[in-house]
């Protein structure tokens, strides 16, 4: 009963106190504070090739570095191999984030095809 009067004298004494609110400042606004700052790494050699495959020609197969008519396991397997050396959450070197978004384009083409 003492312990129950003490959190209510407390409470009632804090009513008329003004409550402070954390001034929070956005994640987005952090990270491109944070990534303007920093230059990108230059990617590794592998990713180099990966990304150039990508840019340089349109065809899905190629792109992932597939013969045609690849069974899906084959295309699945490909992409991940792939996809390892460009996710964005593995690097931040330069250009593979773009090389990433091209890479899972190019998997959709393939399975679109291979859907009965």
């Known amino acids: ?4 009067s003490q959190i209510v004298k ?7 106190a003004p409550h402070r609110q954390k001034r929070q400042i956005s994640t ?5 504070e944070r990534s303007s700052s920093l230059q990108l790494p230059q990617p590794t050699q592998d990713q ?3 990304i150039l495959r990508l ?14 008519g690849a069974k899906k396991d084959e295309v699945n397997r490909a992409y991940r191999k792939l996809a390892v050396l460009l996710h964005p959450d593995k690097t931040q070197a330069h250009g593979t ?5 091209i890479l899972g384009k190019a998997r959709n083409q393939i399975l679109k ?4």
């Open 1 to 4: 009963d003492l312990f129950f």
């Open 48 to 50: 180099m090739g990966v």
């Open 55 to 68: 840019t340089e020609t349109s065809d899905p197969w190629t792109q992932l570095g597939i013969p045609r």
């Open 28 to 32: 987005v606004r952090r990270s491109r």
């Open 113 to 116: 095809t291979l859907e009965p």
């Open 97 to 101: 984030a773009e090389a990433f978004m």
């Open 10 to 16: 407390q409470v009632e004494s804090n009513k008329g």
